[in-house]
């Protein structure tokens, strides 16, 4: 299984929240795979730059390029054109959530992954696509 991690759970992550390194953990040991889509590796970056946190920087570059941990992945061309679906159908739901929520969101369901977030509510109405929450885990 592979599983997308969204921007809060690699907040939890660096912050050391238990439940969410404990659910790290436990998938690297099961073989799953970690991925971080690019959208949320430019949050987080931009963060980093905006708080001026150095530490948590380099702390998020290790665990982006150690061996068989987490790393980043690209989005592609039908990405965007499941993203392009997600909107319409959420819009004639009449719900909206940000457009890098619909793009990670779209990522995961075009590459079959599950998403890992703390923001179950902003993405619970997008048909098929899997969730899971870990820092509420344990």
Not at 29 to 37: A, N, W
Request: charged share 25%; with cysteine.
């Amino acid at each position: 299984m592979t599983y997308a991690l969204d921007t809060n759970i690699l907040i939890h992550y660096l912050n050391k929240t238990p439940s969410v390194i404990h659910c790290f953990d436990e998938t690297v040991m099961k073989g799953d795979d970690l991925v971080i889509p690019n959208i949320v590796d430019y949050e987080l970056k931009r963060g980093f730059r905006i708080a001026q946190a150095p530490k948590k920087e380099a702390a998020y570059n290790v665990l982006t390029t150690a061996p068989r941990f987490c790393y980043v992945v690209e989005m592609d061309i039908y990405t965007w054109q499941t993203a392009e679906q997600v909107y319409a159908d959420l819009y004639y739901k009449g719900y909206t959530i940000g457009e890098l929520d619909i793009l990670i969101a779209a990522f995961c369901l075009e590459k079959k992954y599950t998403l890992v977030t703390n923001n179950v509510k902003h993405f619970e109405k997008i048909d098929g696509l899997k969730i899971v929450d870990w820092a509420g885990a344990i």
